[in-house]
């Protein structure tokens, strides 16, 4: 069987440089798999390049195949349609899903319209507004009426970030792109939101592709690790392959450092 997403020889450039270089990786059904790198190595290009959302000024060549679907040069409403139903993204700021004069509800509630549309079927508002509490019930969000009626700005980071999470989930989709997805949230919540990411992808049996900075949240909630540095992807194996036995210097270096950091936890309790 074909993989969910396949991306291959994947080049990303500005008239200047190349920002993602030959990078080819694959994420079959319902696998979860991460991708790390530091700042500007070329891991949120390589996120929009899945969801055909690269930015106008950047050339693109090689395949993204998502769910049997080429998205390099593919048409602006093939993609939509992708979008809505084959992919769902999460993003480090959550206010980028939401629109801040919208209330919660109804932003949740259009995402799960436009979702049954494509599966043929008009649902009437209060079969909207049920299956919008549910969802908002379903990412841990307390209070899910009052929520429902509130604005994004009358509600904390941590809820604005579940609250962009069930726009995603409303999206059925097969693929969850989370790009840094707790990074801007204070560490409880991080935990918080973590754990509810790899339990709901879990139950769903979503493939997830995983972005972050950290290798231990990584390892949190992926099976299996891509290592991307300067646009290039230098490894990949499973987690603890990668924990065990890193064969890049770079990796080796990533790997000391949460050592060095779990160490030092331990010494201080
Ligand atoms: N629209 C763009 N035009 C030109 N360069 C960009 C653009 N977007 C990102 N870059 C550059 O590409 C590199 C990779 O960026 P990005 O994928 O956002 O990195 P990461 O998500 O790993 O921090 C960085 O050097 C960044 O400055
Ligand atoms: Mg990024």
Do not use: W
């Not at 560490?187 to 592709?209: F, H, K, N, P």
Request: with cysteine; charged share 25%; aromatic share 2%.
């Amino acid at each position: 069987m074909s993989p969910l997403l396949s991306v291959e020889n994947l080049e990303i450039r500005t008239a200047g440089r190349a920002l993602v270089s030959g990078a080819s990786f694959a994420i079959a059904a319902g696998e979860r798999v991460g991708l790390i790198g530091e700042s500007g190595s070329g891991k949120s290009l390589t996120a929009l390049a899945v969801l055909g959302l690269l930015p106008e000024t950047v050339r693109v060549s090689g395949s993204v195949r998502l769910d049997g679907r080429e998205v390099v040069g593919a048409r602006d409403r093939d993609l939509v349609a992708l979008r809505g139903r084959s992919v769902a993204a999460v993003f480090q700021e959550p206010m980028t899903a939401l629109d801040p004069l919208m209330r919660i509800g109804g932003q949740v509630g259009e995402v799960v319209r436009r979702r049954s549309l494509r599966d043929g079927m008009r649902l009437a508002r209060a079969e909207v507004e049920a299956r919008v509490l549910e969802l908002l019930q379903r990412v841990s969000l307390p209070e899910p009426e009052r929520i429902a009626r509130a604005y994004p700005h009358e509600i904390s980071g941590g809820q604005r970030q579940r609250a962009a999470i069930a726009m995603a989930l409303a999206c059925r989709p097969k693929l969850l792109i989370a790009d840094e997805p707790t990074t801007a949230l204070d560490v409880t919540t991080q935990a918080e939101i973590l754990g509810l990411l790899e339990r709901l992808v879990r139950d769903e049996g979503m493939g997830l592709l995983f972005i972050s900075h950290d290798l231990p949240v990584v390892a949190a909630v992926a099976g299996r690790a891509l290592v991307m540095r300067g646009g290039e992807l230098i490894e990949q194996g499973p987690v603890g392959m990668l924990f065990d036995r890193p064969a890049h210097p770079y990796t080796q270096g990533l790997v000391a450092a949460a050592r060095a950091f779990d160490d030092a936890l331990e010494a201080a309790l």
